[in-house]
């Protein structure tokens, strides 16, 4: 299924203004003005990555109340819980408080969700076990902000709570000892991004300002923090929140600190995920490689030793839990690739993609902890919505659903839409999950396919690559690259550069690689330049790129290469079409829509 390109237009003037006042190259002020950076104060806080850009963690809304609260339980030696999720922004969350109120000398334990047995959130019976170990004050992380009535049940049983959290405030507030939140209403906080993880940091700075007395810190607490924002970091990259504003500063920064200040669960956690030998860490280096392992331990209903290895400070044990956490994550991409299969065999025999509105597949014992992932990708395949359920073969329970929109289609309207099909439903526009009865499922996919047609027609279900720029592949330079660089850290809303190369032709023939030969290895050339591409998990386009003599048009995002101290450019394939001019010879690119060099 063809994507639609669309070469973004530039504004001549407004690149050579910024480039102007704000003495960036022109392929910099060209991709800022792309992004809406125009003024130079702004484009001087996009580069600059300082940490006193961080805003004052006093400004968060309810952070001086928690810190109370917290400081009284404290001084009474009263037990605390911290109470988080089970994906890597809970996790890294979980592992920031806890290890913060041990410095502080409390009395602390923490408890994170099985995925597969307690589900999401706050839950009573959860908090009548932490109540049964002694604890007197819960602090949530990364959820809580929609328990008004397990936050009541807390008050009978004896627990006072602390909330915090940064997901979608309900229209009823929790009645907590605090609330700490980017975005609560009329608190005017100017970056409700946060993650879970950036709440937890900036609570945690907020309690090492009080124990030290002063906003300056002394040696021990900053470099806790150094280490805090390292874990910060990854909570950010993997909840996909968007990096601008305060979340560039703490990915820019907990890059940096990690190979110094982490401690020995995640040296051993990066050392596993073979980033250790890398000069300088990238946020995609947490978002494919990190994050996706203590994921995997999320989505198999370990998450305690994702937060056991975060807090861990021995080698040995920690060794042990990455080892361990690892092979979680090659359980889980096995798990993946089979629901994949499944998935895809059962669209070719029984659906047609081109002409549906949606994709709505039901069999029995996927699992539970990995169907959000394979929805994504086929919701990624196909460019269609697509909701993936198990369904208990012994029909002693519901159906559960991972739901995972595409094209713009908001899934939470598609979904409210039908839900009288469904037992319950909750989520977003992008992503959302279910439970449902075996016998509705067919007739909850008509229905479903139906609100998505109310949204958009089937016609219009083809998803846009928009383009930042043409480039010849000759000026793919370590030069342009290093300028390209001061954009990072990339990730949502802040995407490394999308660029097109015309007319282009295989060197040699396409080459799968990897374990399992789902990916593709390619040497392109275009006027006597030729650079290494690859196309990860598109193996199936190199039938099509075999044609002898045949030109393409290549979308990619470049990127530097760093293999056994050897560095190179390479190209990430995201997209390929046929050459409108076939086998003519390439001529060369327009300077209008050119990406600029100096």
């Not at 799968?512 to 593709?520: A, N, P, Q």
């Not at 048009?553 to 079409?577: C, K, T």
Request: aromatic share 6%; net charge negative; proline share 5%.
């Amino acid at each position: 299924m063809s994507l639609k390109w669309n070469l973004r237009a530039h504004d001549a003037q407004l690149v050579q203004s910024i480039e102007r006042e704000s003495g960036v190259s022109p392929v910099i002020a060209q991709l800022l003005a792309l992004r809406g950076i125009t003024q130079p104060e702004h484009v001087s806080s996009f580069l600059d990555l300082k940490m006193t850009g961080l805003r004052k963690p006093s400004e968060l809304p309810g952070v001086d109340a928690a810190v109370d609260a917290i400081f009284e339980s404290i001084e009474a030696n009263e037990r605390i819980w911290v109470y988080g999720d089970y994906d890597a922004d809970g996790m890294t969350s979980t592992a920031i408080l806890y290890r913060c109120l041990k410095k502080l000398g409390a009395d602390v334990g923490y408890f994170v969700p099985n995925r597969l047995h307690d589900g999401y959130g706050v839950s009573n019976e959860s908090l009548k076990k932490i109540r049964e170990r002694d604890a007197s004050l819960v602090i949530t992380v990364d959820c809580g902000i929609n328990s008004v009535k397990e936050v009541e049940y807390a008050k009978s049983i004896g627990l006072r709570m602390v909330i915090t959290d940064h997901h979608r405030v309900g229209n009823e507030l929790p009645n907590a000892a605090a609330i700490v939140h980017p975005g609560l209403p009329g608190d005017p906080y100017p970056f409700p991004g946060l993650c879970g993880a950036g709440v937890a940091f900036k609570l945690a700075w907020a309690m090492c300002q009080r124990r030290a007395g002063s906003e300056k810190l002394p040696e021990s607490m900053r470099n806790f923090l150094f280490s805090a924002v390292s874990l910060a970091a990854i909570g950010t990259v993997c909840d996909v929140v968007p990096l601008l504003d305060e979340n560039r500063i703490i990915v820019h920064h907990g890059l940096k600190c990690m190979q110094s200040y982490a401690n020995q669960g995640l040296r051993a956690l990066i050392k596993i995920a073979e980033c250790d030998k890398k000069p300088k860490l990238e946020s995609e280096d947490l978002g494919f490689r990190i994050g996706p392992r203590l994921n995997a331990a999320g989505r198999l209903g370990q998450a305690q030793l994702g937060v056991e290895l975060l807090t861990c400070d021995s080698p040995e044990r920690a060794q042990h839990l990455a080892t361990y956490i690892n092979e979680l994550n090659k359980n889980r991409d096995s798990l993946d690739r089979k629901i994949l299969k499944a998935a895809n065999e059962a669209i070719k025999k029984h659906h047609d993609p081109e002409n549906e509105p949606a994709i709505v597949l039901a069999q029995p014992d996927w699992h539970l902890g990995v169907i959000g992932i394979a929805a994504g990708r086929i919701a990624e395949q196909y460019h269609r919505p697509t909701v993936l359920i198990s369904l208990d073969p012994l029909g002693q329970r519901a159906g559960v659903g991972s739901c995972r929109s595409a094209c713009g289609v908001n899934l939470y309207d598609a979904l409210a839409g039908s839900a009288h099909h469904l037992i319950k439903f909750g989520g977003h526009s992008a992503a959302a999950g279910l439970s449902i009865d075996a016998d509705k499922v067919d007739a909850f996919r008509e229905e479903f396919c139906e609100q998505i047609i109310d949204q958009v027609s089937v016609e219009a279900l083809i998803p846009d690559l928009d383009i930042d720029a043409e480039a010849l592949l000759g000026h793919l330079t370590f030069s342009m690259m290093n300028d390209l660089e001061r954009l990072a850290p990339f990730g949502q809303k802040n995407p490394r550069p999308l660029m097109c190369a015309t007319e282009v032709r295989l060197a040699e023939p396409p080459k799968t690689m990897g374990s399992d030969g789902r990916h593709l290895s390619l040497r392109l050339q275009q006027h006597g330049s030729s650079i290494r591409a690859v196309a990860f998990g598109k193996a199936e386009w190199a039938k099509e790129l075999e044609k002898p003599d045949a030109c393409f048009d290549f979308a990619f995002r470049p990127q530097i290469n760093e293999f056994r101290g050897y560095r190179s450019v390479q190209l990430h394939l995201v997209d390929f079409r046929p050459s409108e001019n076939g086998n003519a010879v390439a001529s060369d690119v327009s300077g209008d829509v050119a990406i600029q060099t100096q």
